[in-house]
């Protein structure tokens, strides 16, 4: 296979429940070696997307490649390639860690079997807990499970579905590292997540809300396109002050972060001049700011629910 | 990178064995109740239910054609004990539709019975009953021996009124077969065989499919490259060993507990439950497609068990049941598989006479196997 060729490259892929669409013809390509990161609030589709990458739902329109094999026709060659992590921990509760990954190396049909999960309960620190039940690992030690259940048999390409969540700091931190370590190898990933500060730490992020796709592109290009400038009130009463700058011409949101309110419009020049006036209140010290990952899809969010194209 | 092309994978397929066969040792309730179920319905069965079942399909074995005997069959015909169904014209004969379950009875009138009852010398009548429930024949026989006689009396008038002074003007032998002592463990505990099957198999392999759904293993199993086929007979085999280990079990039992003669020809009978088995599971995976929860799979097993061992001729006698639940009983694969059981253990019946039993469980077998299979299909989709 060709190395410079997309892992991923989808094309109108739509899927529809009883109805409602729940991914909208959506197309995307992701190259070899990325991590690729998926945002956007709950029943976004985002799950549903994956599935439909690993074979799990078939697309009621649309199709497209992933490592190079067909969407619709060669499912089996996908599944025996891709590492897939389900957004709830599914793997055997009542099997020990040991007797898990024996099982997804059989299935996988992986050679040299138990040197292969040696190493990797080695490689993951799982050492401790082999034999312990799986059902009884804490929420990072599970995710760790998971992961390496999905990497027995050498995947070219990693779907993970909100692999943090419900993950502490530092088990993220080590879940990242890992991550990183393996996309180092060559192997490229598709996460998908609600963090933006890990949002930040991916080559490049699409942001999905209610089956559409409204941006997708490095975290630079994503903020740029939105064309959002954004100003940063610090001080104690910004509550008071996001309720004073509803409605106030040029301010298209105003989100605040603790005791900062960060307010963003699309005109730079007319924000700056409906702000002028608010500048004279000394309780707030202001201050011009980059744009962040947030500021764009909270705005593309509302912009989508005002009925606006949501144009990329 | 692995090569996984092949339809159907050995190395798959032994990797679910495997999986099924440790997560059944965790599950310490389940286990528990493979084991725990044959114990217990040893024990709860060692008495039985009685009945009054009437109907009874009955042969007439005619040597004698005289008016007492015509008086004797209208007699039984007109008894709700009795219903005749054909009459025979020899001891094979006679012998053939007891072995297969055609009649429950034969009457064999002998010959010259007319002329030495009418001397006094009180003949003997012959009914011969398939006593392998002793439930189902034990009114019907007393019944007989009080409306033989009384049928005669009617007939002792004129100049043969000598013969109502002489007491009991014939005999009634009675000849049980298959069951001679009338002991009702003899029926119930065989039976058990296919109660205990059909409980935990329609059961467990509902649990075990359900369950994958339920805690989210299905979704990660699917996203490997493990087939379908491979997920369910990989659920499935170990149960068929699970419900061959049962059936040793109670028949261990059987013979060195409960003493029942095993007179049949048990390798038969080690060969055709596995249709019966199979059957059994092909309804506890449609039941698993169905079901959303593990709860569910298991009120919907329930469902199918209680009609199962009310109406299979297991809890109450078969002939004794309204022809309406008989129909019922009919569609079941229990009722068939008792009567195989019975069949095989007490009358040391062949293939040939479980024959008529049989095809109809290899039906049911098909039929459930086919939904459960489309349906799974379609739960993967």
Redesign the interface.
Known sequence: MNNSAPVIEVEGISKIFSGKTVVNRLSLQVERGEIFGFLGPNGSGKTTFLRML?????PDAGGGRCLGYDLLSEV??I????G?M?Q????????SVR?NLD??A??????KRRQVVAETIEQMGLEPFAGQ?AGTLSGGWKQRLALA?CLL??PELLLLDEPTAGVDPMARRDFWEQVYALTAQGISALISTHYMDEAERCNRVAYLAYGDLLTAGTAEEVVSRSGLSTWAASGLDIQELAARLKGVPGIELTIPFGNNLHICGTDSGQLEQSLRPFMSDERFRWQKQETGLEEVFISLMNRQARGGDGSH | MVLTNARFSLRRFWAMICKEFLQMRRDRITFAMLLGIPVMQMVLFGYAINSDPRHLPTAILSADNSVFSRRIVAAMQSSSYFDLVRTVDSEAEAKRVIDNGEVQFVLSIPQQFSSKLVRGKQPALLLTADATDPAATSSALSAFRYFAAEALAGEFRGPLSYLQRQGAPLQVIVHPRFNPEANTRYNIVPGLIGVVLTMTLVIITSLAMTRERERGTMENLLSTPVRPLEVMLGKIIPYIIVGYLQMGFVLLAAHFLFEVPLSGNVLLLLVVSLLFIVANLGVGLTFSTLARKQLQAVQMAIFFFLPSILLSGFMFPFRGMPRWAQWIGEMLPLTHYLRIVRGILLKGNGLAEILPNLWPIALFLLVSLSIGLKRFRKTID
């Open positions: 690993c074979g799990l739902l078939r089996e060659k599944r025996s390639r891709i897939y389900a709830h921990f599914s793997l055997y509760d009542d099997l007797e099982f997804m059989r299935i996988y049909a992986v050679p039940l259940a048999h050498q």
